[in-house]
Nanobody, 115 residues
Framework: QVQLVESGGGLVQPGGSLRLSCAAS????????LGWYRQAPGKPRELVAS???????NYADSVKGRFTVSRDNAKNTMYLEMNSLKPDDSAVYYC?????????WGQGTQVTVSS
């Protein structure tokens, strides 16, 4: 069983930056494919960025060039560096760890982009 805890969310002005962290415990972190998802009110949860156990990275088109995902297997932590934030980026951000049919989710961290 893997426990995931997100942190780093908050209120930021448009154009600002935030760094989210996802700390994992209870499993072999390095074997999991990891992802950041977000869900805004009234909208479905969507994949923002992913990084596989082998380091392959993908981004949603809406965040390409602004967000950077990374992982530190020695620290059992995944990061999401978010720059040039827009109001449309406002959502609860969740981290996910998956391997085959196994899926784990964090509790989420709120990101609000507003002036």
């Amino acid at each position: 069983q893997v426990q995931l805890v997100e942190s780093g969310g908050g209120l930021v002005q448009p154009g600002g930056s935030l760094r989210l962290s996802c700390a994992a415990s209870g499993g072999i972190f390095s074997i999991y494919n990891l992802g950041w998802y977000r869900q805004a009110p009234g909208k479905p949860r969507e994949l923002v960025a992913s990084i596989t156990s082998g380091g392959i990275i993908n981004y949603a088109d809406s965040v390409k060039g602004r967000f950077t995902v990374s992982r530190d297997n020695a620290k059992n932590t995944m990061y999401l560096e978010m720059n040039s934030l827009k109001p449309d980026d406002s959502a609860v951000y969740y981290c996910n760890a998956e391997k085959y049919i196994i899926n784990f989710w964090g509790q989420g961290t709120q990101v609000t982009v507003s002036s």
